[in-house]
């Protein structure tokens, strides 16, 4: 064979595979490093969702960012340039999605985004092209702060990371609790020992404490906390308490209150499949995490359904319109392109031997974020 | 602030500051007799914590899962210092610190396929669980006031080593002339191999205790070494004693720095705007206080000039 038949030979396959593959998705996660779990959770509720609708012309890249912005927006270059895809997802963290979305989008791409939601994306900066289908960043920390409201707690004590995504966490809460915040602390990103502020927390008056801490720092705070003796109840976003984690808190998190968009006992028949399926595939229970990027690959597939992905404005249609079942029953898109959705209140329980919550109330019902009437589109 | 609540974080400070001279103790202990910086240092650590939890998963107790964290922690490395350690003496410390980056990322990525993204669970044993209340009315969590005593033990235990033993005179030795120890006869390798296993011991002993309140998960002994080396570094490099003391005081800036600097700035700025500049600065004070130390004392407190 010489050069010019293999030439031809890799110009059919090409040709080949072009044909088979009609959507390409790039999806750049966190698959390595402390926040991979996060990752690997998008990533196998989304290849799930794939798998079950049976479709073959929806190609799949995966490539890990190790959670670090400058690899992701390198990934996003090569995807964008050299593999032509035409969809992209998959970002857990909001510093990287900042880094990433905007040019993504400005180039023409669609960005599915299946955690990340910061503020400056939903409002002015919000874009035709750009969807989040797991909520704004503020969304869970105001459904903190209703409920400790509904509880009657007059004095709480506020903690969160010293980054912009822990000063979000702490204006979402204060915009929808009447308390009083009687301390507010904010701790170093990574920080793992939280005896000083457990001792400010048990001489404080306050009656509740909210706290963001995400991954590792929560689960430390948790541990630290049950130990230290001191009663008073914690409420937090569901962040801390997903299913990766919490085995690894065990008793300490017993009891807790927290909020979510999503929990696996929400009843309907899409996500009672989804539930089972994963713990099927994967041996063990979806988180929060899971859903989302289940319900993305079932929002880009409704979309594929209904219009060509080149054709953007029938397409971007197509995924306003969020005609697909999702995990958390009826699903729309506001004006910005989050969601609009209840929020519920979550309390962890122990089923057997595996810690897992239980929804215990509604926070907010058909809730829109803060930013929505700054977008224009 | 009230008395009680000074005492409980002054305790605080020290509990952490026994925890960071567990893992300095090894690291200046390494680099004081065989001059080597080794960043894999908080790999072992990690090894601790990850052999603990494994152990007291399996075999529910956490007596058995701290001489495991000794044993995988010295037996990593002992193997680490053969296969790799070994051939770095001689090189100068950027080859160092090139070779043990890349220990880290085998180490993490290793344990990752070991045991997976998910972090795993070690829990505080019921004997140890739970606050007591200290004279004076102070609840204080058993656990850390635990933990303090072993440290204590354990410098205690260094000190006696090698103030009073033969393999500390070898140590001593070891640290002022490498060259004429071996000329006098010692087997200087099997000597380097047993000063590695023993601190990288400490470090695993420092993982699995540490690992009980916090989260066992991969990466998570970069932190502690970036503080270790701080620790180091304001001690007096090589020097136990040092380790000791600048690693009480690294743990005493950094737990007051938190508590203090936001209360003090609320005295005259808004309580948010006090709070977040309160606790950037409290984050920066340790190395405030090392670049303090180096200005007075640039070979650290109890560091050969």
Same mark, same amino acid.
């Given at each position: 064979?010489?050069?010019?038949?293999?030439?031809?030979?890799?110009?059919? =396959?090409?040709?080949?595979?072009?044909?088979?593959?009609?959507?390409?998705?790039?999806?750049?996660?966190?698959?390595?490093?402390?926040?991979?779990?996060?990752?690997?959770?998008?990533?196998?509720?989304?290849?799930?969702?794939?798998?079950?609708?049976?479709?073959?012309?929806?190609?799949?890249?995966?490539?890990?960012?190790?959670?670090?912005?400058?690899?992701?927006?390198?990934?996003?270059?090569? +995807?964008?340039?050299?593999?032509?895809?035409?969809?992209?997802?998959?970002?857990?963290?909001?510093?990287?999605? +900042? @880094?990433?979305?905007?040019?993504?989008?400005?180039?023409?791409?669609?960005?599915?985004?299946?955690?990340?939601?910061?503020?400056?994306?939903? =409002?002015?900066?919000?874009?035709?092209?750009?969807?989040?289908?797991?909520?704004?960043?503020?969304?869970?920390?105001?459904?903190?702060?209703?409920?400790?409201?509904?509880?009657?707690?007059?004095?709480?004590?506020?903690?969160?990371?010293?980054?912009?995504?822990?000063?979000?966490?702490?204006?979402? $809460?204060?915009?929808? *609790?009447? =308390?009083?915040?009687?301390?507010?602390?904010?701790?170093?990103?990574?920080?793992?020992?939280?005896?000083?502020?457990?001792?400010?927390?048990?001489?404080?008056?306050?009656?509740?404490?909210? $706290? $963001?801490?995400?991954?590792?720092?929560?689960?430390?705070?948790?541990?630290?906390?049950?130990?230290?003796?001191?009663?008073?109840?914690?409420?937090?976003?569901? $962040?801390?308490?997903?299913?990766?984690?919490?085995?690894?808190?065990?008793?300490?998190?017993?009891?807790?209150?927290?909020?979510?968009?999503?929990?696996?006992?929400?009843?309907?028949?899409?996500?009672?499949?989804?539930?089972?399926?994963?713990?099927?595939?994967?041996?063990?229970?979806?988180?929060?995490?899971?859903?989302?990027?289940?319900?993305? @690959?079932?929002?880009?597939?409704?979309?594929?359904?209904?219009?060509?992905?080149?054709?953007?404005?029938?397409?971007?249609?197509?995924?306003?319109?969020?005609?697909?079942?999702?995990?958390?029953?009826?699903? @729309? *898109?506001?004006?910005?392109?989050?969601?609009?959705?209840?929020?519920?209140?979550?309390?962890?329980?122990?089923?057997?031997?595996?810690?897992?919550?239980?929804?215990?109330?509604?926070?907010?019902?058909?809730?829109?974020?803060?930013?929505?009437?700054?977008?224009?589109? | 602030?009230?008395?009680?609540?000074?005492?409980?974080?002054?305790?605080?400070?020290?509990?952490?500051?026994?925890?960071?001279?567990?893992?300095?103790?090894?690291?200046?202990?390494?680099?004081?007799?065989?001059? #080597?910086?080794?960043?894999?240092?908080?790999?072992?650590?990690?090894?601790?914590?990850?052999?603990?939890?494994?152990?007291?998963?399996?075999?529910?107790?956490?007596?058995?899962?701290?001489?495991?964290?000794?044993?995988?922690?010295?037996?990593?490395?002992?193997?680490?210092?053969?296969?790799?350690?070994?051939?770095?003496?001689?090189?100068?410390?950027?080859?160092?610190?090139?070779?043990?980056?890349?220990?880290?990322?085998?180490?993490?990525?290793?344990?990752?396929?070991?045991?997976?993204?998910?972090?795993?669970?070690?829990?505080?044993?019921?004997? #140890?669980?739970?606050?007591?209340?200290?004279?004076?009315?102070?609840?204080?969590?058993?656990?850390?006031?635990?933990?303090?005593?072993?440290?204590?033990?354990?410098?205690?235990?260094?000190?006696? #080593?090698?103030?009073?033993?033969?393999?500390?005179?070898?140590?001593?030795?070891?640290?002022?002339?490498?060259?004429?120890?071996?000329?006098?006869?010692?087997?200087?390798?099997?000597?380097?191999?047993?000063?590695?296993?023993?601190?990288?011991?400490?470090?695993?002993?420092?993982?699995?205790?540490?690992?009980?309140?916090?989260?066992?998960?991969?990466?998570?002994?970069?932190?502690?070494?970036?503080?270790?080396?701080?620790?180091?570094?304001?001690?007096?490099?090589?020097?136990?004693?040092?380790?000791?003391?600048?690693?009480?005081?690294?743990?005493?800036?950094?737990?007051?720095?938190?508590?203090?600097?936001?209360?003090?700035?609320?005295?005259?700025?808004?309580?948010?705007?006090?709070?977040?500049?309160?606790?950037?600065?409290?984050?920066?004070?340790?190395?405030?206080?090392?670049?303090?130390?180096?200005?007075?004392?640039?070979?650290?407190?109890?560091?050969?000039?």
């Amino acid at each position: 064979m010489n050069l010019k038949t293999l030439a031809m030979a890799g110009a059919l =396959g090409m040709a080949a595979c072009a044909a088979q593959a009609e959507v390409k998705v790039g999806m750049i996660t966190t698959l390595s490093g402390g926040g991979a779990g996060l990752g690997i959770d998008v990533r196998d509720g989304f290849m799930l969702a794939l798998e079950q609708s049976g479709r073959t012309d929806i190609e799949v890249i995966i490539e890990d960012d190790q959670r670090k912005p400058d690899i992701a927006v390198q990934l996003a270059d090569k +995807m964008i340039q050299s593999d032509k895809v035409d969809v992209m997802t998959g970002i857990i963290w909001s510093n990287l999605a +900042m @880094a990433v979305v905007p040019g993504a989008v400005a180039q023409g791409k669609f960005y599915l985004s299946p955690n990340a939601g910061p503020s400056a994306l939903a =409002g002015k900066g919000c874009h035709p092209n750009y969807f989040n289908v797991a909520w704004q960043n503020d969304n869970l920390h105001e459904a903190a702060g209703a409920y400790a409201t509904d509880i009657n707690s007059t004095n709480t004590f506020v903690l969160a990371p010293n980054y912009p995504a822990g000063q979000d966490a702490v204006t979402g $809460f204060k915009r929808t *609790f009447r =308390g009083n915040v009687v301390g507010e602390v904010y701790t170093q990103l990574g920080q793992t020992d939280y005896a000083a502020e457990i001792a400010r927390i048990r001489s404080s008056v306050a009656d509740t404490v909210f $706290f $963001f801490l995400p991954g590792g720092m929560g689960i430390s705070f948790l541990k630290q906390y049950a130990d230290s003796g001191v009663k008073k109840p914690l409420i937090g976003p569901a $962040f801390s308490f997903d299913q990766g984690i919490l085995q690894a808190v065990g008793d300490a998190a017993l009891g807790v209150k927290n909020t979510s968009q999503w929990n696996k006992d929400i009843d309907n028949p899409t996500n009672a499949a989804f539930v089972a399926s994963f713990q099927e595939k994967y041996g063990r229970l979806p988180s929060l995490y899971a859903s989302q990027g289940f319900d993305t @690959a079932n929002l880009l597939i409704s979309a594929v359904e209904s219009a060509d992905v080149n054709d953007p404005d029938a397409f971007r249609a197509a995924l306003e319109a969020a005609d697909f079942k999702s995990t958390r029953g009826d699903f @729309a *898109f506001g004006n910005n392109h989050h969601p609009i959705q209840n929020i519920y209140v979550r309390e962890v329980i122990k089923e057997g031997d595996v810690y897992t919550n239980k929804i215990v109330g509604t926070a907010l019902e058909n809730h829109a974020d803060a930013y929505a009437p700054e977008c224009r589109m | 602030m009230s008395l009680i609540l000074f005492i409980e974080q002054i305790l605080n400070g020290v509990q952490f500051g026994v925890m960071l001279f567990l893992m300095a103790a090894g690291l200046t202990l390494i680099f004081g007799v065989m001059g #080597l910086i080794n960043l894999a240092h908080g790999s072992l650590y990690m090894i601790g914590a990850f052999a603990a939890a494994s152990v007291a998963g399996l075999t529910g107790s956490f007596g058995l899962a701290l001489i495991a964290s000794l044993a995988a922690a010295a037996a990593a490395g002992a193997l680490i210092e053969l296969t790799v350690i070994r051939r770095l003496y001689d090189r100068d410390h950027l080859d160092q610190v090139l070779a043990t980056f890349a220990l880290i990322l085998i180490f993490s990525e290793g344990t990752r396929w070991a045991f997976g993204s998910f972090p795993l669970f070690l829990e505080i044993p019921p004997y #140890l669980s739970g606050p007591v209340t200290l004279p004076g009315g102070i609840e204080y969590p058993l656990y850390r006031l635990a933990i303090i005593g072993v440290g204590l033990l354990v410098a205690a235990g260094l000190f006696a #080593l090698i103030a009073r033993t033969r393999i500390g005179i070898q140590i001593r030795a070891g640290e002022s002339d490498r060259e004429m120890i071996a000329a006098l006869g010692i087997n200087i390798s099997a000597l380097y191999t047993t000063v590695f296993a023993l601190g990288a011991a400490l470090a695993g002993l420092a993982g699995a205790l540490i690992g009980a309140i916090q989260s066992v998960q991969v990466g998570m002994g970069e932190p502690v070494l970036i503080l270790a080396f701080v620790v180091i570094v304001i001690g007096g490099i090589g020097s136990i004693k040092g380790a000791l003391v600048g690693a009480l005081l690294v743990g005493l800036t950094d737990t007051l720095g938190r508590v203090l600097l936001p209360a003090v700035f609320s005295q005259f700025m808004a309580p948010q705007a006090a709070s977040s500049v309160g606790a950037s600065l409290a984050s920066m004070s340790i190395y405030i206080l090392m670049a303090g130390v180096l200005v007075m004392r640039p070979s650290g407190l109890f560091g050969k000039a």
